[in-house]
């Protein structure tokens, strides 16, 4: 069993998506249904891994696959071949966790074209599953390219009014960054094959052992930073996002915030970092300088918004900014809050997505200024929200809080101690725009009529945002059932990044002359 | 041992989730509001139990940790709880004034519109304020520390209805949050700078117990202790971030006792005797502290002397309190400011719900009037003395006490912080000064407060006027007992020169002794100074009073005469100063501009400008080319032979 | 004496006469005509050189040449009439419809 | 005459080296007998025996998968190449005729000798793979062209049919001329036509290089070449005729001849020119660019879908050409593995629009197709795996041709030759998508009542879908095969 989870896990959605181009097509129900146990079902698959106490002992790779995929001598060689550590066993449980909340969110919220809908939610769920325990570089970016077909059209189907330049802009403007690491992946493939060095196909922890030239490593490294950095979102590359979100729905926006946000951060954790690490020593420099601008400039934009949908965008932007200054703290406390971060945002904009759509159901406007005292008609509402207001915020006690800190702490330890001030300062403006926000949404008197008769949460909805709450307190509270697991592995991946040779240049040089020779 | 101290905080969060939960089904607000009191109470319960057991121990200082919160690496944060002396202290004051005001509030609260919601944020807000206290560690203080600013931020805000609140409460959180910021930065540095060091810890004990690695009066300790201090001037509403205090007023009445005069805004103070010896090692922030608290003492005085909204008159004479209290912690006298800390819960929580008791009970006169006056404009009032002689008893007694008249507990603490600022080794006569002028102020606007309320003649409007009843019983009984703690409360700090044995001090000793002694912090001067200090103290106070008894009984109508003699220096005081408009002329307006262009501007022009225009660009080369494809043979076949000829052009001649 | 070299100049100036006429005739029937010089001036060039290296590959591509030059004769006809059915033209500029 | 020359005669001829287009050809000409007998409208039996046939061939010609068979004193060679190439032609033409039925009796043209038209362009192409004497290429290139040259214009009452036959029978005869021309110069310096001679004479005379004529010549020969597998500047026909000609026959020009041009060009380009690759290298490259950047640039601009595939279709070319480039192992056989990719997404593509197109077509547009997705799912689906697999999304087939042919590059240090076809990817990704945006981001304008399934053209549609899914998720077998048929 253990020998094909993972597999099992990756590949279960799509069954069940093959199984619901079955179904007929206004069977309703039975498609959400359906689609709902199946995603539950993943969820349970994926359980054993969460429980498994191996994680907490040793950092490396566990649940390995391997097989031979496509083998054509020494042209070419591509493996399937998964695994999974601390690091991203957080984010597969993210992703098994918020699929079956998500199917739930769009009960409602989905009238038309729901078996395309569920059958491209499930596509989706193989895509970003695949994504985070694939080892092979070139089996990554299939997966990675692949996420981008379903969500393309979550967006230009279902979306609001702009959603066909939403849906186009993020289409080409992620796919252009990952065009440009497609290209340095071959590169570096046939470095290693160059340089004589034993790989298997595109097996990223045999490229991890590589001793690439400084000069290589720096423009391979732009390439990966660069594309993952479009699917952050970094600043200035961030654009696409609140286009995207204000017009996905629902369900989209959840998934683009809470998981598909996450592969550029898992991204450089996993590839562009340990891969390249002189270069990263350049970079980190500016990459945390853009984080931290981009955790200032998300917050004071996010601060004038009028759309509810495209504030909680921009407040991803600087969420985001967080996680990678821990990430670029490259110390232990900062990697560690930089991922469990990526989990909390995951939780918190995820709920507040599935915040902004229940009302959004309700009143088919997402403008604040429509809105105003929901609080007297919704009260449950309103407590909900205002937990995940909170937790959004970063208070103690909460998610938010812990992955903040522990960001932040390692950014003080590490040498970007005065971005880290900078990014502090973030705290202030997350309380200016959540709260100012949560005000005028939810508090004073209710002066649109059109809000007179709103309906509170129906037990549905609470059931959709009550593990989400769990989880914002557990997280806020007992942290170190998801740190003890992903610690090791943070561990392992600071050690072989610390511990790697400056690369002899002299010696592989020609290796790379013969690779760029200027034609 | 000690090992129940937990239950302590986990009662009031108890009956915060219980209430919240299932409060709205319960349609009692008996019961909702009783099982939230006795939950207080319980904890004021265990707290005493804890207290009287570390008052007969020979070691004062016990840490619990219940388990593990935060572990990475090196960084380890326990949840975990602290007791000693100073922690002993606040929990007393905060269960004991917390039970009260919980009581309080059973009566003042009645009929409201989500009762239940009030009493679970009330209880909350023991919980942060315990955990506050409590926290054997920075994080779990800062748990705390936000979670009041949390509770701050949903009672302030609890009339939802009203755009006034929501806007307090915002602007409580926003400020709490600068400092937090400051609290943060503050914690990061001492962490990094002893962690370089080989202590990686935000244990308090072992904070102090390391405290030695950093270097007396270097930066890293200047610059670690000024971070906090923002922190403290954040929650304790010190000059530049007090501005929240006054508008956090809008919030009900027993909020304003509770938060924002006996406990929440005290937290700054308290941090700071938390880590006193990090202060204490770092005498420029010591006189920063000192001078800010001065300043606020006397700035917030002066506004307190010309606001009309008896709630705003106390506000502001709370951030004065408390910026006697920041002098006494930067002129080193840690346990005066703790006592200071103490009896002013006492005797301004009893101010407070004082004055809720006249505002319910005007409130009551309107409405039963179906007036809309503004139950807390002073103006309104007026003679209540006879209507409330209860609330009225307690009230006056408790201006006693805040004016520093000999015999009431306010006399005690006021009195040695004036004396150690002006005595005390990191002291200065200039600082007392300030405090003296303050007190002076205090003592005037505060009579000047009970002589518009409670004498005269009543100035409510008539058809008013004779519904006024006095509070019910749950009102009154915390009065009284507040009123009595107000009077008795500053006898187990009577100095040494008084004949006292300074018990309080004494007490307090195994938390600030050592800093003290370490860093040479005491106040000396002969006995007559001291005596003479004291004396025209006292002086100040009662000409205070007097000036107030001129004004506002003998001769009414000199206010007003006042107001147009001095129209520009009260138009001033009256707008407090303008701070809020400068604030927003600073801070906010520009934040909203930067915030917008760099939508507007940034985002929307330029980044998607470019984006955008590589697409136009490109489609506009695809419309330019596409009509190289101009559907004639004879273009084709040029092109043809244009290639043609390139090509062997290039093989050829190339 | 007529060297190898006259042939090839004499059939390069065909081919280009040949490309001359596809470039500017307006007249399809010409511009085939034209073609076919082009084809022809390659046979020429063929013939010469076949003599000069002295084999007879050169010769037999000739006769292919001339086959296939025959077979899209026949087509290319065929086509310019059906064309000529439906537009009443065989002006090479009325062939414009499909362009951009 | 001696017996023993004749005897070794025969044996030259060795027609298992031509038995393909031999069994091809002998359908094809039975199949027009039958046509003849054929009442107008009937024709569905014809295009079921040309099925049978291409089928049949198909399987004579993977007989000589590792195998080689040399004939024709050596001017013929059945190789691994030629036979993947005839795969990749034999699977368009039968995809094409598959489609074709119900097409030819909507448009009215049911004429049974469109199908051995289509057999003969085969055994053209197959003959152009398969030759290794520029006279049985040229044959070969000429029996493709001049049965195109009729296909194209096909439809004779149609002007459009009519322009792109002509269009592209004048050009095609314009760029023999050119072709010719330069065998002819090449034959003057090396006395034979022989592809593997010239080889084997080049090698001899290393000082060629700096012989005019023969650079002459080599560039003429390639220019002829290079029309074929429109490269821009020789590409201008491409769209005109894409548009003009029956749906299917654009589909299959994109796919059939175009690949036969590319092994032809291969063939002799590899084998002949090895020597002179630099100059060779150095066009390539700058054509490769020019091609990608013409076609995807115009095809952003295209409303007609049609005209948009034939825009794509030279870019495609141009991304092929990368391959040539790239000079190496990897970079030719991920050009045979992307042209036999491309035969089927670029197939099934045109079948699908065959299949919603009304008579005339004039519906297959943007606006036109608006909404098909919802109305026809399936069919909506087909198209959409197909576009994305042009622009090579995995994990369709589409993504692995482009990264073998992108890996061929940079392993022969191209990088930027890579990155320019990695953002001409990037450009033409807005085109694709611009056509599911119709279909499914906007309403129905149509209503799309005429599309009647026919079995036919959904077994076509089928085929290429599974050839899309298989060469992309299991790229593996058929990439070793093209390698092994590199020579």
Redesign the interface.
Known sequence: MADYLLSLIIFFPLLGMLFVLFIPRDNDGLLKGFTLVVSLVTFVISLPLAFDNIFATSGGMHYREFYEWINIGDYFQMNYNLGVDGISLWLVMLTTFIMPVTVLSTWKSVQKNTKGFMALLLLLETAMLGAFVALDLFLFYIFWELMLIPMYFLIGIWGGKNRIYAAVKFFIFTAVGSLLMLVAIIFLYYFAVESGVQISGFGVHDFYKLDLPYNAQYWLFLAFAFSFAIKVPMFPVHTWLPDAHTEAPTAGSVILAAVMLKMGTYGYVRFAMPLFPDALQTFIPYLAGLSVIGIVYGSLVAMMQEDVKKLVAYSSVAHLGFVMLGVFAMNQQGMAGGIIQMVNHGISTGALFLIVGFIYERRHTRLISEFGGLAHKMPIFATIFLIVTFSSVGLPGTNGFVGEFLALVGAFESNLRWFAVVATSGVIFAAVYMLWMYQRVMLGKVTNPANENLKDLSLREIAVMVPLLLFVFWIGVYPNTFLDKMNPAIEQLLNQMNNKQVAVVEVYQPVVAKLIEIK | MYSNLWLIPFFPLLGSIINGLVGKRIKSEKVIGGFATLLVFFSFLVACQNFFRLLGDNVKTHEIVIFSWMSVGKLQVDWGFLLDPLSAVMILVVTGVGTLIHLYSIGYMHGEEGYYRFFSYMNLFAFAMLMLVLGSNALVMFIGWEGVGLCSYLLIGYYIEKQSAGDAAKKAFVVNRIGDFGFLCGLFVLYWTLGSKGVWTFNFVEIAENAHLLETGGLVVTVVTLCFFLGACGKSAQIPLFTWLPDAMEGPTPVSALIHAATMVTAGVYMIGRMNILFAMAPSTMLTIAIVGAATAFFAATIGLAQNDIKRVLAYSTVSQLGYMFLAMGVGAFSAGIFHLMTHAFFKACLFLGSGSVIHGLHHAYHHAHLHDDPQDMRNMGGLRKKMPITFITFLVSTIAISGIPLFSGFFSKDEILWWSFGSTRGHWLLWLLGALAAAMTAFYMFRLVFMTFFGEQKTDARAKDHIPESPLTITIPLMVLGLLAVIGGYIGVPAILGGANHFHHFLDPVFGKSLHLFHIEAHGTHATEYTLMAVSVAVAVIGIFVAWVMYIKNPELPAKFVTKFAGAHKIVFNKWYIDELYDFLFVNPCKKIGTFFWRGFDVKVVDGIVNGVAWVTRGIGSGL??T??????NY??AM?VGVVMIVGFYVFG | MISVHHY?LLSAIL?CI??FG???RKN?IV??MC?EV??N??NL??IA??R????M??Q??VF??MT?AA??AA??L???I??F???ESVD??D?????? | MDANLVQEAIQNVNLQAIMPSLVLCVFGMALLLVSVFTPRGKTSHVAWLSVVALVITGFVTLTAWNNPQAGFAGSVVLDNFATFFSMICIIAAALTILMSDEYLKREGYPVGEYYPLILFTTAGAMWMASGTDL?TI??GL?VLS?SL??LA?FF?????S??????Y??LG??S??FL??G???L??VT???KVAGIAEFVKTMPDLTSNLMFLAGAGLLITGFLFKVAAAPFHMWT??VY??APTPITAFMSAGPKAAAFAAFMRVTIVSFDSIQTELVTVFWVLAVLTMTVGNFIAL?QKDVKRMLAYSSISHAGYALIGMVAWNEVGWSGIMFYLLVYTFMNIGAFAVLVLVGKKGEDNLTLDGLAGMGYKRPLMGVALCIFLFSLMGMPPTAGFAAKFYVFAGAIKAGYIWLAIIGVMNSAVSLYYYLRVMVCMYFKDPQEDFSWVTMNAATTISIVIALAGVLLLGVLPGPFMEMAMLAVF
């Open positions: 596409k009509y494809q101009s559907g004639y043979l004879h076949a040029v032979v | 090839l081919f040949g490309i596809v470039l500017t399809a511009i085939f073609i082009m084809l001036s390659v060039t063929f050189l076949s000069h290296v002295g084999n590959d050169g037999i591509f292919f040449v296939v077979a899209e087509v290319g065929a086509l310019i059906a064309f059915k439906n537009k090479v500029d062939f414009n419809m499909l362009k951009w | 006279m040229f044959l000429e001049v040259y009729v214009g004779r009452r149609q002007t459009r009519n322009e792109a036959g002509l269009k029978f004048f005869a314009f023999t001329g010719l021309y065998v002819a110069l034959y003057g006395g034979t036509t769209p005109d548009q003009g601009t």
